[in-house]
């Protein structure tokens, strides 16, 4: 069986005391080294699940486990040392002066020594394309790049989880497709986790499970294909599937069979193609 | 104009200067402030005049440039000088301007002083104009460690002034957007009564202070996620290390001091 990485058991939340209960008894697991995406409608808790995770909040009911390790008050740092989070607002997570201190500050947090550091700084900048803007201040960047630079001080602090909270909404399409290549071709020459949270079920596709919430409960657990057949339903909790999808989906009801649900345009071809031929 | 604002008056070059540790600058700065009360002669004020010319030349920018950035202060320096003329009553009378005598004593005086606050100005600028406000926030974090003995929290102001120095473009910035806003809106910030006008500033500031806190809430969070948890067991990227220049500019310096006070009378 493969090892734990992160699990929910039973966990619910609430903001404030006679606030409405934003997570209601969720429990899911995550193993190391599968990548898993979170989607879900506005509000409907993703964010909460995030922090939960590398404790800034605490579950009221339940238990969040990390690596094997409950996360409580005293384990937080040891937790936060092996998580590494890129926020949903890459402005206000930008802590250094410039490009080249920002990504520095997790690994000085980390008391990493100073050569290591350059290193480190050196490979995830150019991971992400912004080698070139080393010294830039943050107001001299576009969204898009703050995002990547928090997603470069992410990759350089090695952790063992990635969670990537809207991290890539900012960036335009190829952009995004070229950094979560990137965040993917780490993940697997690592071997670590990688959550992805998002609303856009485009980016669900590279992802070995996707939980889907809705109103703050987990509504479906499945592989992103089973997400794409479900689309009437998706569609009732405000979640619309990628065209390609739709299209299969159109496709099946007017009995031109599609052997299994495309996740790309590519996929997609192949079915129609194998179709054809075979007509 | 954000931009100016934050790298300050720092004018980039790879001078002497320039490139000397933030600390030395500032040490150096620092005791020529005290030294400069000793001066008490014409001739121990040219040394310090000619001392403080040399190390603005030695910066590579434009003397223009520097004077220009004292303006501010010129009005203060003459100032000075006005005050002293009036109030210092010592020797011969020279002339009387609308019956207020006027003094030898003050005139030398008035020169003295004005003279002396004019180079503590200029020297100072020099700092600023040849290091980043964070460098010199690493400078005074490094100077002021030994505080840490007494429990002041060291790390923790030059944090603090690192993180306004990266937040005040954005706020910046953001000022103009909500003032942009809120002029589409008809709020007029620029003609009208001055009670209007202050008035005005109200549909500025509280947006401006709501997303300010919003961003402290966050950025907090952002930090903790990424392992901060105060100064203890940090290392840091940015260094400071003391170089044979400064070590040079130290030697230097020692002497001008010497000869300042052989210049004494
Ligand atoms: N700091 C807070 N205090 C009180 N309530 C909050 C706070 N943050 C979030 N909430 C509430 O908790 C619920 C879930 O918020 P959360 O941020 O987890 O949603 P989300 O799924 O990430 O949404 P989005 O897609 O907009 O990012 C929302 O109803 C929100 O109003
Ligand atoms: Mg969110």
Redesign the interface.
């Known amino acids: 069986m493969k090892k734990e990485c992160i699990e929910f058991r039973n966990v619910s939340f609430r903001y404030s005391e006679e606030g409405p209960w934003v997570l209601k008894n969720v429990s899911f697991r995550i193993p190391a080294d599968e990548g898993v995406a979170i989607i879900g409608h506005n509000g409907s808790g993703k964010s909460t699940i995030a922090?939960l995770i590398?404790g800034?909040l605490f579950a009221d009911e339940g238990e969040v486990v990390v690596l094997g390790t409950p996360v409580t008050e005293e384990t937080i740092?040891e937790v936060?040392?092996k998580?590494g989070?890129v926020?949903q607002?890459p402005?206000?997570?930008?802590?250094?002066?410039t490009v080249?201190?920002d990504v520095?500050?997790?690994?000085?947090?980390?008391?990493?020594?100073?050569s290591q550091?350059?290193t480190a700084?050196d490979n995830s900048l150019r991971a992400v394309g912004m080698i070139d803007y080393m010294l830039h201040?943050?107001?001299?960047l576009s969204g898009g790049q703050k995002q990547r630079v928090a997603i470069a001080?992410v990759l350089a602090?090695s952790p063992q989880i990635i969670i990537l909270d809207e991290a890539t909404a900012m960036l335009d399409p190829k952009g995004r497709k070229e950094i979560m290549h990137t965040v993917n071709e780490v993940k697997d020459q690592q071997g670590l986790s990688l959550l992805t949270i998002t609303h856009d079920l485009n980016e669900i596709t590279q992802a070995d499970r996707v939980i889907v919430m809705s109103k703050g409960e987990v509504w479906l657990e499945a592989t992103p294909r089973e997400v794409f057949a479900r689309e009437k339903e998706l569609q009732e909790i405000g979640l619309d599937i990628p065209f390609v999808a739709k299209l299969a989906n159109e496709l099946g009801k007017v009995d031109v069979p599609i052997s299994q649900q495309p996740l790309n345009h590519e996929e997609l071809l192949e079915e129609l193609w194998t179709y054809h031929s075979n007509k | 104009m954000s931009n100016s604002l934050i790298i300050g008056q720092y004018v980039p070059s790879d001078s002497f200067i320039h490139r000397l540790d933030p600390r030395t600058k500032i040490t150096m700065i620092f005791l020529f402030v005290i030294f400069v009360f000793f001066a008490n002669s014409a001739a121990s004020y040219a040394w310090l005049t000619a001392f403080a010319v040399g190390i603005a030349l030695a910066t590579k920018i434009k003397i223009p440039f520097i004077l220009r950035g004292l303006t501010p202060v010129w009005f203060l320096i003459i100032f000075t000088f006005i005050l002293h003329l009036i109030v210092t009553k010592d020797g011969d009378i020279l002339f009387q301007i609308f019956s207020f005598p006027v003094y030898s004593g003050g005139v030398i005086q008035g020169i003295a002083i004005s003279f002396r606050f004019f180079l503590l100005i200029l020297v100072t600028s020099l700092l600023t104009l040849t290091t980043t406000p964070i460098e010199i926030t690493d400078a005074i974090e490094s100077l002021l460690d030994p505080l840490k003995k007494i429990r002041f929290p060291v790390h923790e102001l030059a944090l603090m002034m690192s993180i306004s120095l990266r937040f005040i473009p954005t706020l910046m910035q953001e000022t103009e957007k909500i003032s942009k806003a809120q002029a589409s809106r008809g709020v007029d910030f620029k003609t009208g009564p001055v009670k209007d006008r202050i008035q005005a500033i109200v549909p500025l500031l509280v947006p401006l202070f709501v997303s300010a806190f919003k961003r402290a809430e966050d950025l907090a969070m952002a930090m903790e996620a990424r392992g901060y948890q105060g100064g203890e067991g940090r290392t840091k990227l940015r260094e400071l290390k003391i170089e044979k220049r400064d070590i040079f500019s130290f030697i230097i310096f020692g002497l001008v001091i010497i000869v300042l006070f052989l210049l004494r009378v």
């Open positions: 922090k590398n800034l740092w936060r040392k998580v989070m926020f607002n402005d206000n997570q930008f802590v250094g002066t080249r201190d520095a500050f997790g690994l000085e947090n980390r008391g990493v020594d100073r550091m350059i700084i201040e943050p107001h001299r001080s602090i």
